[in-house]
């Protein structure tokens, strides 16, 4: 594969034995004349979560804000509370710096990996906040992947899209073997010719 991970330094966990599941949000999607596809520097991820057949609404787990644990367990990047039910927490441990197009032809791509205590990641939704560069190197920021990008790179002549958009939620990590989730969003779109 041609992406890169960032890790996130989770300073509550080190030196804990601590096991907690890892959710790998998944993209997968067809594009014209784009080379690479990035999130923000500081990853926003809308996701509905879990716990005992209770599901939240959406939800943004925010990469680099740090949250008090209730109960003085460390921090998190995301704390909630379902009604009924306990608390839960989740942090980033990593996320992909920036994707080439050609990694779609594999199948799908993880684009973060969320560590989950307390409940589970049933969808997620990609947000406003990409940057798609065509092949040209012309730059388009601020792109909402959760609808169809389509742009006209003026200066090469050529349009620049991204359809199809596919997500999923994998259980088990980037150790592979994990579960798929059953609940997956899916947008297909037909294209037309110039």
């Known amino acids: 594969f041609h992406f890169r991970f960032l890790g996130v ?7 804990s034995r601590l096991t ?33 057949g209770e ?28 009604k009924g039910g306990s608390s839960c927490n989740i942090n980033v441990v990593s996320k992909v710096s920036e994707i080439r197009a050609d990694d779609f032809n594999v199948g799908p791509v993880t684009v973060c990996e969320l560590e989950c205590r307390g409940c589970e990641v049933v969808s997620w939704r990609p947000t406003d906040d990409w940057t798609v ?32 958009v ?9 150790s592979g073997g994990g579960k798929k989730k059953k609940k997956k969003r899916k947008r297909k779109r037909k294209r037309t010719e110039l």
């Open 166 to 174: 596919e997500t999923s939620v994998e259980a088990g990590g980037s």
């Open 20 to 52: 907690m599941p890892v959710f790998s949000l998944k993209l997968q999607a067809e594009s014209e004349n784009v080379e690479t596809i990035s999130p923000e520097s500081v990853g926003r991820w809308a996701v509905v979560l879990s716990q005992g």
């Open 133 to 164: 560069v065509a092949e040209s190197g012309a730059t388009f920021e601020e792109v909402d992947l959760s609808e169809d990008f389509d742009e006209y790179d003026e200066d090469n002549d050529a349009p620049v899209s991204i359809f199809n």
């Open 55 to 82: 599901e939240s609404g959406e939800v943004f787990v925010i990469e680099g804000q740090e949250i008090d644990v209730p109960g003085g367990r460390g921090v998190a990047n995301f704390v909630m509370k379902f």
């Open 9 to 15: 330094r989770n300073h509550h966990l080190r030196g």
